[in-house]
């Protein structure tokens, strides 16, 4: 038998997925449905619902200060039993299945436990053996084995990065990843009521998104999935309904301005006030808050008064203590002026392909701040993204007002 | 740095030793004892308590009849998860360890899932790197990789069979079983009162106590250690009192008469009346009974009346039921007469490898059982074990009188 003529599907269900045995069944039942349709089907599991929380617990309750080599050993075991189970439900449903773990698959990592980097994968002829004999195979995500052959995990969002690896590997047309939540909107549909769900969108976007807090995919499956060209289908585990695809640009998304636009309100800002005008300055301070682990995020040079430049920068509230302590240091060491913090800021960010090619787009998102009377205290910008700091007291009116502003319900339609 | 001077001893662990994080803490500490008294270490652990049940409870609310091959890669997570916190449990005391995986240590078995054999331990070098460097070796026992790759399960005392398959191909001096008993007794300790431990038993005298119900070791861990003389020390891991030794047979073993005896209430006796004697009959009945899987015990086949016998023989009396059935289909066949059980049976056995050279004991023990009053049914002996069916009503006195008849605790303080 050769593969089937409806083409290869990876699809990955996550944890809240696989939550209990129920859960397990209805999985089941989805990925038979693809198989009878034709589909040869991999999957890609990830631990039921709290066994990972649980697994931590038991390795608390044994050392404070357990080694990632062996945390590593100990959680994997997660994904080792829902790959089995799930495997068991699609043989009860009469469909042939077979498990494996990331090491029988041969997924090959660095030796940095707990947020492993996939290498390779070396076993995928394994895989495709049993494809050919007619079985959804399933395979435990989140892991893998090291080049020193010890098991390792692959960090956040690790799963999703083992379904787009394998597709990969395996040549598949498509990887779905089936979540809690049922694809990517153009604003966050809690605050945006008229948001609306984006059948497809960019790599580049989704990246940009992803950095901007969008929780449905890690930023390294979607960077994998834009290096091989592979087309990522996120949608809701709980329905049939189409999601988003996450896939190379096409000329028809480039005439759309904006794609998205996107809310962070969990980042405060510090300004260092009276900084000499000296070259060099900047990268003295940056250098200090970077041997300290303080991630920055938008940084600002006032122009200031003569001979001195005020010098703002953000970082994620929860290390506004730590930068300060760092940032006041610094202060003192080039002679600067006191230390400034704003904790009531937030992010506005529009996102989309379209700006490449379309003048005026910074102007007209100013411009619809500027007529809701909102003060624009930072701006940046990257090739496909301009972000904008503003007071949090307008954050969702902001949000609304930029969602209008770009059309964003209309375009969703044109497509 | 070469291995320690005090050479290498293989610890085993069982579930119950280890059911939960206090108890695996508990055995940390055990385990850093020997290894700072100069000992290289490598211990093998059985799941954490409940687990395995637990694992095999989430499968039966999937399906009602899981493949073998995925109830392996299920259950073998178990004895991950307690290697992981017992090595994370040793390093918390300052001493470094490093658990592993069946697979990982190279543990090569046949391909019957759920209850495989060790056919090889093919990379015992990974375990002897890791104690050169000074580390503690924790191995999960009851699993391995077969030689398709899968991960197997060893069956019904499979971390036993790895820890003593382990210290042979580590050359270990030899291999300790903690469990919750503290050794093997003279005979139950619950039913005579002044049994005693035996310091050290025979290899073939610890099989037969086995294949009596003696529930310490399941014979095919003593026949391993038996076939690459590995010297096994049985004991508790709740205290720190000495266990017994199973070992090679010692000129000081042959001066005792009976190292033990045993007793067994849970067999049930069948008696086919008047089968016509003619050759090959027996076999015809065995035939039949093997062909529906009765697992015989005892026979007897009675001097009858002429051209007739009665051919008895046991079974345990869970598979009494299905017995009878084939017996009296076999007496239709054979043309024999009526088919007659006795549930009210107990066995009592004497073991010792001082049979072999001392004349007499047989007689001893049917003496012995006279003197009571007691009637024997039925006889089988084997090289180094007289075993006699009596009235079960009688089975504790026996189990006394036979303790005294042959001065076990008189044995034992010789010793």
């Given at each position: 038998m050769g593969l089937s003529k409806r083409g290869l599907v990876v699809q990955k269900f996550g944890g809240s997925s696989v939550a209990n045995p129920e859960r397990i069944k209805k999985v089941a039942e989805r990925v038979v449905k693809y198989r009878k349709r034709g589909h040869d089907v991999v999957v890609v599991v990830s631990a039921l619902g709290d066994t990972t929380d649980e697994l931590i617990d038991l390795a608390s309750k044994v050392t404070d200060d357990p080694s990632e080599r062996e945390m590593d050993m100990l959680i994997s075991t997660g994904e080792q039993i829902s790959c089995a189970l799930l495997a068991m439900a699609i043989q009860k449903l009469g469909v042939p299945s077979i498990s494996f773990t990331g090491a029988q698959v041969g997924i090959i990592t660095d030796?940095?436990?707990?947020k492993a980097r996939i290498i390779?994968?070396?076993?995928?002829d394994r895989i495709k053996e049993q494809l050919k004999e007619g079985k959804v195979v399933v395979v435990a995500g989140f892991q893998g084995i090291s080049i020193k052959k010890e098991i390792t995990t692959l960090g956040r969002g690790g799963s999703d990065l083992t379904a787009v690896a394998l597709a990969k590997a395996l040549g598949a047309g498509i990887c779905e990843i089936y979540t809690d939540v049922d694809g990517v909107y153009t604003a966050d549909p809690r605050i945006v009521k008229d948001a609306r769900k984006l059948p497809k969108i960019s790599y580049d976007e989704m990246l940009e998104l992803a950095s901007l807090g969008?929780?449905?995919?890690?930023?390294r499956s979607v960077e994998y999935g834009k290096r091989y060209d592979i087309p990522i289908h996120v949608r809701s585990?709980?329905?049939d309904a189409e999601g988003t695809v996450i896939c190379k640009e096409a000329k028809?998304?480039?005439?759309?301005?904006?794609?998205g636009v996107a809310l962070q309100k969990d980042e405060a800002k510090i300004t260092i006030c009276?900084?000499?005008?000296?070259?060099?300055i900047a990268a003295t301070i940056f250098r200090e808050l970077g041997a300290n682990n303080v991630v920055i995020d938008m940084i600002v040079q006032n122009v200031g008064r003569t001979g001195t430049t005020d010098v703002s920068f953000t970082v994620v509230s929860e290390e506004l203590a730590k930068t300060i302590k760092v940032a006041k240091r610094v202060a003192r060491e080039i002679g600067a002026g006191e230390v400034i913090k704003d904790e009531s800021i937030a992010k506005i960010s529009i996102v989309g392909i379209g700006m490449r090619s379309h003048a005026g787009i910074a102007a007209r998102m100013f411009n619809a701040l500027a007529a809701r009377k909102i003060n624009i205290g930072m701006i940046s910008t990257s090739e496909i993204k301009i972000s904008c700091v503003i007071n949090k007291k307008y954050a969702e009116t902001a949000l609304k007002a930029l969602h209008d502003e770009f059309g964003l319900k209309k375009a969703n339609k044109e497509k």
């Open positions: 030796t940095t436990h707990t390779d994968i070396s076993a995928s969008a929780k449905v995919m890690q930023a585990s709980f329905s028809s998304m480039e005439k759309i301005d904006v794609s009276d900084v000499p005008d000296k070259p060099g």
